[in-house]
Nanobody, 120 residues
Framework: QVQLVESGGGLVQAGDSLRLSCVAS????????MAWFRQAPGKEREFVAH???????TYADSVKGRFTISRDNAKSTLNLQMNTLKPEDTAIYFC??????????????WGQGTQVTVSS
């Protein structure tokens, strides 16, 4: 079992920055592919970014160049640096862990989510 706890969400203005963190406990953190997803009201959960154990990253086109995913395996921590935020980035952000890249709904472990609201 892996437990994931996100933090860092909040209310910001368009153009601001925010940094989300996700602390993992349980199994060996470096063993897992870690990801961020988000879900806006009335929409399906969507992929934001993922990072493999050795640091290889992949981003959704909508956040490429603005968001940076990183991990600290020694601290079992996943981060998401979000710059130049837009109102359309408003969503609940979830971290997730799995040993494979799968569809959004199939990721093995999920955090409880943290709300990010971007005002225009």
């Amino acid at each position: 079992q892996v437990q994931l706890v996100e933090s860092g969400g909040g209310l910001v203005q368009a153009g601001d920055s925010l940094r989300l963190s996700c602390v993992a406990s349980g199994r060996t953190f470096s063993y897992y592919i870690m990801a961020w997803f988000r879900q806006a009201p009335g929409k399906e959960r969507e992929f934001v970014a993922h990072i493999r154990g050795r640091g290889e990253t992949t981003y959704a086109d909508s956040v490429k160049g603005r968001f940076t995913i990183s991990r600290d395996n020694a601290k079992s921590t996943l981060n998401l640096q979000m710059n130049t935020l837009k109102p359309e980035d408003t969503a609940i952000y979830f971290c997730a862990a799995d040993t494979r890249i799968v569809r959004a709904r199939d990721w093995m472990y999920w955090g409880q989510g943290t709300q990010v609201t971007v005002s225009s």
